[in-house]
């Protein structure tokens, strides 16, 4: 089992920013994938972001450039820089952990208002 804790959540202003963190804990695997979703108020959980223990990353279309996902694999800790927020990025954000199946954090709710 692995526990993922995230951490960072807030409420900004448009425009501005916010680091989320998700220290991962348990039965840890240097090659699992680690990531974040989202999910807003009535949508489905939506893809974010994902890095491989290698350092390969991906991003969902609506956060290139804006988003910058990074991982420390000694501490087992992903981060999700964020930037030029906008209140579509409205949320609760969740990290996961994805090796042989995928484990999900509690999930910190990121507010975009001015």
């Known amino acids: 089992q692995v526990q993922l804790v995230e951490s960072g959540g807030d409420l900004v202003q448009p425009g501005g920013s916010l680091r989320l963190s998700c220290a991962a804990s348990?039965?840890?695997?240097?090659?699992?994938?680690m990531g974040w979703s989202r999910q807003a108020p009535g949508k489905q959980r939506d893809f974010v972001a994902l890095?491989?223990?290698?350092?390969?990353?991906n991003y969902a279309n609506s956060v290139k450039g804006r988003f910058t996902i990074s991982r420390d694999n000694a501490k087992n800790t992903v981060y999700l820089q964020m930037n030029s927020l906008e209140p579509t990025d409205t949320a609760v954000y969740y990290c996961?952990?994805?090796?042989?199946?995928?484990?999900w954090g509690q999930g910190t709710q990121v507010t975009v208002s001015s």
């Open positions: 890095i491989t223990s290698g350092g390969l990353t």
């Open positions: 348990g039965r840890i695997f240097s090659g699992a994938v």
């Open positions: 996961y952990y994805e090796w042989s199946g995928i484990s």
